[in-house]
């Protein structure tokens, strides 16, 4: 199974900071990668897919990038309707695996 | 629109079984790989299970081979999660999933409690 480490698993920022996550595959997996955002008693939005293309409808500042086994995801400018939990997922392989989260709260 | 809608879920006795249901709409349901992915109050995202477009494949994690059975109707535009011998690790809000491909869409959840 394709076990994947997902750091910070929590952080404190302030708006207007430049945040980066990052999610390591145990073995690769090529760009078979999503990044996920979901805040509390909501459902879970995909923001990126495909490691790096940008779901239609999500803010310029998200980014991904990476190939392989080291994958990251940034936002380039936070803002206040940011704060929410961050899990990235690889679906190179069955079973499908999440990484930890990320929990970004208010510095 | 794209849709998902999950029903089925509610309050089970360990050992117990349940359905959960996921009606898909605004998308071509058959030609999609679609997912289970649970989590428990608190805690991260689980994948659990998915199924081909066609059904002839499926897969399961580990937490609930031989337990948990899925399938789909692609001529009712539904996907299935049947539940068997529940217990208590299993109590968490259920998703239906396309977490494969564009669109990326998930159902709003249904929750499952396994407790006597």
């Known amino acids: 199974d394709i076990q994947m480490t997902q750091s910070p698993s929590a952080m404190s920022a302030s708006v207007g900071d430049r945040v980066t996550i990052t999610c390591r595959a145990s073995?690769?997996?090529?760009?078979?990668l999503a990044w996920f955002q979901q805040k509390p008693g909501k459902v879970p939005k995909r923001l990126i897919y495909?490691?790096?293309t940008l779901q239609s409808g999500v803010p310029s500042r998200f980014s991904g990038s990476g190939s392989g086994t080291e994958f990251t995801l940034t936002i380039s400018s936070l803002q206040p309707e940011d704060f929410a939990t961050y899990y990235c997922?690889?679906?190179?392989?069955?079973?499908?695996?999440f990484g930890g989260g990320t929990k970004v709260e208010i510095k | 629109e794209v849709q998902l809608v999950e029903s089925g879920g509610g309050l089970v006795q360990p050992g117990g079984s349940l359905r959960l249901s996921c009606a898909a709409s605004?998308?071509?349901?058959?030609?999609?790989?679609m997912s289970w992915v649970r989590q428990a109050a608190g805690k991260g995202l689980e994948w659990v299970s998915s199924?081909?477009?066609?059904?002839?494949?499926?897969y399961y994690a580990d937490s609930v081979k031989g337990r948990f059975t899925v399938s789909r109707d692609n001529s009712k535009n539904t996907l299935y999660l049947q539940m068997s011998s529940l217990r208590a690790e299993d109590t968490a809000v259920y998703f239906c999933?396309?977490?494969?491909?564009?669109?990326?869409?998930w159902g709003q959840g249904t929750l499952v409690t396994v407790s006597s």
């Open positions: 999933a396309k977490v494969i491909g564009d669109p990326g869409v």
């Open positions: 605004g998308f071509t349901f058959s030609n999609c790989a």
């Open positions: 199924i081909s477009g066609s059904g002839s494949s499926t």
């Open positions: 073995q690769g997996i090529s760009n078979y």
């Open positions: 495909a490691a790096s």
């Open positions: 997922l690889q679906h190179d392989n069955y079973p499908l695996t």
